[in-house]
């Protein structure tokens, strides 16, 4: 629903819309309305500032969120579900399309940006390993919502003259009911090669 029509003498530019979702985690109430009437807010009366505006910001918990507006007798309810993009990004190095070559017995190091607090896992070959939060990282604002997590997963050893196909790295994460997984580089172990023997 557009707010325009809403009310007469009530001007609301922010929200837009009444009925939306966002991953944002605050929402900004701003607009403006004739003083001749009064506006309330969830039960508590709007003034304006010097400008002849009003402007605030609430926060958002993760789900539907009802704000309740009243004006000359009507009332507009806003509902705004506030969602989360749990697993945001992966790191470069295990990015889908990228054919990760390594040595039996060796690390792939994994790296995802995911909501703080959520529980991150790294899959590959049949091996699943939990993700660390970090408490910093370069690759994330300290202010975020979000965290880098990151992991080592082992490879199996070598096996003598064959490569080992392990498949892709699948990275997932989940918060309050929400989760999404990203599919990875694929991984090949390399094989092993024996020595020439010397023919005396």
Do not use: C
């Amino acid at each position: 629903m557009n707010v325009d029509s809403l009310f007469e003498d009530l001007e609301m530019t922010s929200p837009y819309y009444t009925n939306y979702s966002t991953d944002d985690t605050s929402v900004a109430f701003m607009g403006t309305f004739d003083e001749n009437f009064d506006v309330y807010f969830d039960g508590e009366k709007l003034s304006l500032n010097e400008a002849g505006n009003f402007y605030f910001e609430k926060q958002l918990e993760v789900g539907m969120n009802t704000f309740v507006i009243t004006h000359k007798g009507k009332t507009i309810y806003y509902n705004i579900e506030r969602t989360i993009n749990v697993l945001k990004s992966i790191g470069s190095s295990v990015a889908e399309g990228k054919t990760l070559k390594v040595d039996g017995g060796m690390a792939v190091s994994v790296l995802a940006v995911a909501y703080k607090g959520s529980y991150a896992t790294a899959t590959l070959g049949g091996t699943t390993i939990e993700l660390t939060e970090n408490a910093k990282s370069d690759v994330v604002d300290i202010n975020s919502s979000y965290a880098a997590f990151t992991g080592k997963i082992v490879v199996p050893e070598g096996i003598v003259d064959e490569e080992q196909y392990l498949g892709n790295v699948e990275i997932s994460a989940s918060y309050a009911g929400y989760s999404r997984t990203y599919i990875g580089a694929e991984v090949i172990v390399n094989a092993v090669k024996l020595p020439d023997k010397n023919i005396e």
